[in-house]
């Protein structure tokens, strides 16, 4: 058993776990994770890797099999190439793991499980991997308590919400006068002067926002979860303020309209933090 963060590898069985839930994770990532964990700190060559897990009479396209790998074992574990935590690339030399590792080795060796698990294996090297965009299949996140969900989902999910905010801001910002006829309707004066600054003042402050959030997402900027830790509390209040926004609509669509439209928006600001805990778990 090899422990790193709240990673496990069962050598023997051949299960990565997260938290105790299992991941699944086909044989040949499995099996490079295996022999990085073997080293960690060390550099493992793309060479020692090819002659390890894919013989010299295995017809396949090793570098892309083993790139594919390699993504494979990223989204497992929620690493990133760019900012990596686990798993390091030395620019055509190979790779290193480089978080600690904790191992027990009773009954058998680390290289010993290693070597089973590549036994296992010698039937399936000469298929080719699944694509890179395939879902991993995984429980949850037990620590957060939340589903898990592919992370190219999530973060599609979030960057919707923030275009629909960025709509709201520019159509609003260009129906000012509408904006304040309407609430002139059923406010008075002052409260109609109100409802404008409000709108004038938080679609400004929004759109600068909501454009950093969508290039945050676009980017995969790994910072994200904690920024948006620490901002929350304005985006709830934000988004609350937005979310009365429907009872300006109420002479056209009645109140319960209004109520459900309202409803609905007050409940985004807390279903963006989730996409962002789901995308981003290290986002406590």
Known sequence: MVRFGIFELDLVVGELRKSGVRIRLQEQPLQVLAMLLE????????????????????FVDFDHSLNTAVNKIREALGD?????RFVATLARRGYRFIAPVQREEAPGSVSQATGAMAQ???GAANQHLESVSGPVSVRGYPEL??????????????????????????????????VDRMAGSFLPDWGALATVVAVLVTASVGVPLRCYLVSAVGFDYRGLGKKFRKVFPFVLLLDGLWGIAPFLLMPKIGLGA?????????YLPFSERTLIRMAYPDAR
Request: glycine share 8%; no cysteine.
């Open 39 to 58: 080293r960690p700190g060390d550099v493992v060559t793309r060479d020692e890797l090819r002659q390890k897990l894919w013989p010299a009479d295995t």
């Open 80 to 84: 990133s190439a760019s900012s990596p």
């Open 120 to 122: 296992v294996g010698t």
């Open 145 to 178: 308590d939340l589903p898990i969900a592919h992370r190219g989902v999530t973060r599609g999910l979030f960057t919707l919400i923030q275009v629909m905010y960025l709509i709201f801001y520019i159509e609003a910002l260009l129906h000012l006068q509408d």
């Open 258 to 266: 209004a109520l459900a439209a309202t409803a609905g928006l007050l």
